[in-house]
């Protein structure tokens, strides 16, 4: 699902940049550290990329062989494209991924599921992209307060509304092990690390 204009602004600043490199990326690089897991010269995809910044983020810092990343909104693919990276952006639905299954090392996603009705969907099509023993980094925001914020402007799937059980088992349903979890800060949004 498109973003409403009040969640698109919200989304492309240097605040939710900031937040991103220095909290919601940072996770990412722990886990990574911690099982030692390097992904120089893999094969990377971000899924649900936005405007690119991710992109830049694991280019600059993973320095990976290949970046593929994918959005549904032409506006977003346009912006990451303006970046100029060495990736290869395409506007593109998570739950239909237009690539051959086992491509990537390693995929991201960066709060996207709860903007997908069929996010299960898109789950299964994230299992499918990834080699076996590839790792997803998936990043979320708690259903309850996705609801919460649908009074302010930010309009969501309500099928998408999913609390983080709901999530793990679903994570194990499309056939990944889940081997870490961490709030970003408060319980409402969290970063897992995922073994396919
Ligand atoms: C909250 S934004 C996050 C964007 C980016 N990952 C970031 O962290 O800045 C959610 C993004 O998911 C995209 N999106 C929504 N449904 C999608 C789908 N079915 N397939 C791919 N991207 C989707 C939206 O266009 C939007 O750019």
Redesign the pocket.
């Known amino acids: ?3 409403s204009r009040i ?1 698109f602004l919200v ?1 492309n600043n240097p605040g ?1 940049r900031w937040v ?1 490199k220095h909290f919601e990326f940072r996770i990412f690089k722990d886990f990574l550290k911690q099982y030692n897991l390097d992904l120089t010269g893999k094969t990377i995809l971000d ?5 690119g ?2 992109s830049e983020l694991i280019l600059k810092e993973l320095k990976p062989a290949k970046l593929v990343a ?4 032409p506006e ?1 693919i346009n912006l990451a494209k303006k970046r100029n990276l060495n990736a290869d952006f395409f506007v ?4 239909k991924i237009e690539l051959p299954a086992s491509t990537f090392d390693a995929v991201f996603v ?3 599921l709860h ?2 009705p069929d996010w299960k969907k ?1 789950l299964a099509e994230l299992s499918r992209v990834l080699k076996p023993e590839g790792v997803l980094l998936l990043e979320e925001v708690k259903g309850s307060f996705v609801e919460a914020v649908g009074h302010c402007g930010f309009k969501h799937p309500e099928e998408a509304m999913f609390n983080w059980t709901e999530l793990e088992n679903e994570l194990q349903s499309a056939g990944f092990k889940i081997l870490e979890k961490r709030k970003i800060v408060i319980e409402i949004f969290k970063s897992f690390l995922c073994l396919k």
């Open positions: 699902m498109k973003l969640e989304m939710r991103q899924a649900g990329c936005g405007s910044y991710s994918f959005d549904l909104m977003q593109g639905d998570m739950t960066f709060g996207v903007h997908i898109a």
